[in-house]
T-cell receptor
Framework: EDQVTQSPEALRLQEGESSSLNCSYT??????LFWYRQDPGKGPEFLFT???AGEEKEKERLKATLTKKESFLHITAPKPEDSATYLC????????????FGQGTRLTINP | DGGITQSPKYLFRKEGQNVTLSCEQN?????MYWYRQDPGQGLRLIYY???????QKGDIAEGYSVSREKKESFPLTVTSAQKNPTAFYLC???????????FGPGTRLTVL
């Protein structure tokens, strides 16, 4: 069974304090790994797709990386507006385009 | 602007009632999905549809029903058979040639 585990569940940082969020996964052949940002009471906002180990993608203060077992979302010099829940999901190579989500990491950036 | 709309934003239901949540997209996407989100849990797939007039059960389909009569629309009915329907419901869509799913703003359903 495909599984995604995110850690930590919650992370509180000071503005400018860089850190990383982890997404560990098991999947029977990876088609893609996805990162989303979700603000309270809103739908998830797509951030990145990673397809193969070694791949990296960047957007502003965020950088996502991928290995064969996990992905990291690195946040550099975060600002209070980066506060959100970050969701990770995987899609298996076989079968329909289903996404399996982790439970998310709630990130709070204090000014 | 292209996007996904869900209505209503908030919905209150009495026990024993069926309710229908609306999802419309103008992205020309072939595939559409319904997820349920509960506090502290990941999104769980209820139903999905890859083409008009066809849909498949997801991981938690019991107590729910869907239809896909038009490419743009994928309504979800929460029936009285759903034992714990209070949750945040999210609709998503994707192009079959790409993998990313894009989400609507969600509907929060509360059973009174």
């Amino acid at each position: 069974e495909d599984q995604v585990t995110q850690s930590p569940e919650a992370l509180r940082l000071q503005e400018g304090e860089s850190s990383s969020l982890n997404c560990s996964y098991t999947v029977s052949g990876l088609r893609g790994l996805f990162w989303y940002r979700q603000d309270p009471g809103k739908g998830p906002e797509f951030l990145f797709t990673l397809y193969s180990a070694g791949e990296e993608k960047e957007k502003e203060r965020l950088k996502a990386t991928l290995t064969k077992k996990e992905s990291f979302l690195h946040i550099t010099a975060p600002k209070p507006e980066d506060s959100a829940t970050y969701l990770c999901a995987v899609q298996a190579a076989q079968g329909a385009q289903k996404l399996v989500f982790g439970q998310g990491t709630r990130l709070t950036i204090n000014p | 602007d292209g996007g996904i709309t869900q209505s209503p934003k908030y919905l209150f239901r009495k026990e024993g009632q069926n309710v229908t949540l609306s999802c419309e997209q103008n992205l020309n996407h072939d595939a559409m999905y319904w997820y349920r989100q509960d506090p502290g849990q990941g999104l769980r797939l209820i139903y999905y549809s890859q083409i008009v007039n066809d849909f498949q059960k997801g991981d938690i389909a019991e107590g729910y029903s869907v239809s896909r009569e038009k490419k743009e629309s994928f309504p979800l009915t929460v029936t009285s058979a759903q034992k714990n329907p209070t949750a945040f419901y999210l609709c998503a869509s994707s192009a079959l040639s790409y993998n990313e799913q894009f989400f609507g703003p969600g509907t929060r359903l509360t059973v009174l």
